[in-house]
């Protein structure tokens, strides 16, 4: 009988993995195969199955094995992990830290700000038991519902609690697990201020982080729909994204959720990574390690801030009328219908500033099912622009509600997708140019940290001015990407006082801390809103 099928945290396939199933008849013994299958001489009914494959965590299940209803055997590799939870907090709320070792490790606590600021050591971890750091995953799919680190096993000692209270001061922080053998991990946490502090809110961008999040197989680019059958063997043959004519797979109405509680592989920053250094690979540029350039650039130019999640936005921790100015970061692209229209009317209806610092952003709404779940509304309409404007759409937001460009000025389009650029000056007469010494056509935004689409500030995924855009919309400078693709800088007023500034690249932020005219324009506005 084909009993199930057995995959890693990545829903890759692992070949060679030795069960065994137990009930009162006896014990029967079968291994994996290429494809992960586990067929075993076993009837249907209740069994006590336990799993091992060297490099991976053992583990031990009750299953009710069905005829024709493959099961999903899950384990977890022995890769250093771990993740906050919850991921975001306010000062003086606790999170746990949730730890996946076989081995001991250290924990260590830090602010990244301009410079990374030790806070505290958590503690060494370890116990009387072998490998019992080692966390247990649910099988399944776990990326819907959630992979409860620190569930089994951790909740009976009350002497052995993992919490942390978050510090009075608002931030990007950072845990940082070492284990005795020298391997590191790190994961970040948002602490939002017990009260408003600052004139200036700034989002990180968890929500974009949580749908790029493929940790357990499914993230809004892989398998965004629902997990398949059967695991991956081979990526560039077995997933659609490879085999299909549309390497996005946006083609329904309905998507499976995806939960927060995952630890999130993307957002980890090598130890002795400096804010000054390049911002490598290619999921990192564009989440938590490239926002932590404009969050450290911010303390480095004098500007006090309180940072904020996007969900903390959404659930309605952030009172946007405490602020005069609100930041939004590398890449929002994943908003809520409640984000998007309160912050629309904050800034038409009642002043409000806001500085968006990023690349296709607000560019998709989410639902949530809970606090911690989202549900992504992709469409049917395969989500790049090209094909949307087939439909007279400019966006994944504008299917539902409107297009972005009506708040921010402008909209993500596919030409200069992944490439990079500096600007060129349009209109240098405008004040955002002050002390740049700027000229009209003169080419600024050539340093930038972004090493993934290496070649300027303008560039990954960049928008551009539409149809949408307010009246009196001023296009001050444009990227050099080619296909004139290259980002377009936007200012805009409203009736109420109200301003919007918009440089429409997710390599923007990459280039504050090491580009002179991008730190002074972007100096310019935040000065300038703030009266």
Not at 82 to 91: E, T
Not at 505 to 527: A, E, F, G, H
Request: glycine share 10%; proline share 5%; charged share 20%.
């Amino acid at each position: 009988m084909l009993v199930g099928y057995v995959s890693c945290e990545r829903y890759l396939a692992i070949p060679d993995v030795l069960f065994e199933f137990e009930n009162r008849k006896g014990s029967i013994e079968a291994r994996s195969t290429a494809t992960g299958a586990v067929y075993a001489d076993v009837e249907s009914g209740e069994y006590r199955v336990t799993l091992y494959k060297e490099g991976y965590g053992a583990k031990s299940i009750d299953v009710r094995v069905t005829e024709g209803r493959p099961y999903q055997f899950r384990l977890l590799s022995n890769n250093l992990v771990g993740y906050a939870w919850p991921k975001w907090v306010r000062s003086g709320e606790r999170s746990e830290y949730r730890v996946h070792a076989v081995e001991p490790y250290r924990l260590d606590l830090y602010r990244y700000g301009w410079r990374k600021e030790y806070i505290k050591t958590v503690g060494w971890f370890d116990e009387h038991g072998p490998r019992a750091t080692m966390q247990i995953t649910p099988d399944g799919d776990y990326t819907q519902t959630g992979i409860e680190f620190n569930k089994r096993g951790y909740r009976n000692n009350p002497h052995h609690t993992q919490f942390v209270v978050g510090p009075a001061r608002s931030g990007l922080y950072y845990f940082h697990a070492k284990a005795e053998s020298g391997a590191f991990f790190s994961f970040p946490w948002i602490v939002a201020p017990a009260e408003p502090r600052a004139k200036i809110a700034v989002l990180a961008a968890n929500m974009n982080w949580n749908a790029y999040n493929n940790f357990g197989g499914r993230s809004n680019y892989i398998h965004p729909i629902a997990m398949p059958p059967k695991p991956t063997v081979n990526a560039r043959l077995d997933l659609d994204r490879y085999t299909s004519d549309e390497h996005m797979q946006f083609s329904v109405e309905d998507y499976a959720p995806l939960s927060f509680d995952r630890p999130e592989l993307i957002n980890h920053i090598p130890e002795g990574t400096e804010i000054t250094d390049p911002v490598e690979g290619r999921s990192t540029c564009h989440v938590a390690p490239a926002e932590w350039r404009l969050f450290g650039w911010l303390e480095r130019e004098g500007l006090e801030y309180d940072l904020y999640a996007e969900t903390q936005f959404h659930q309605g921790v952030l009172n946007l009328d405490a602020y005069q100015v609100v930041i939004t970061s590398t890449h929002p692209e994943y908003w809520s219908k409640e984000m998007y229209f309160n912050l629309k009317e904050w800034v038409f209806e009642r002043g409000g500033k806001l500085l968006y610092l990023g690349g296709n952003g607000l560019n998709c709404p989410v639902e949530f099912i809970d606090e911690y779940t989202m549900t992504v509304r992709n469409g049917k309409y395969k989500g790049i622009s090209a094909n949307l404007k087939e439909f007279g759409k400019e966006s994944r937001m504008h299917t539902y509600y409107e297009s972005e460009a009506n708040l921010l000025g402008v909209v993500c389009t596919d030409s200069g997708i992944m490439t990079g650029a500096p600007y060129r000056a349009i209109d240098t007469s405008h004040w955002i140019f002050e002390d740049t010494g700027l000229n009209d056509g003169d080419i600024f935004g050539e340093k930038c940290l972004h090493m993934r689409c290496w070649g300027g500030a303008s560039g990954h995924e960049t928008d551009k001015m539409s149809p949408s855009s307010p009246a009196g919309t001023k296009l001050l400078a444009k990227g050099l990407n080619p296909d004139n693709g290259g980002a377009e800088i936007v200012y805009h007023e409203t009736a109420s006082g109200g301003a919007v500034y918009s440089v429409g690249s997710i390599s923007y932020p990459c280039s504050l801390p090491v580009d002179s005219n991008i730190s002074t324009i972007t100096r310019n506005v935040i000065n300038r809103f703030l009266g």
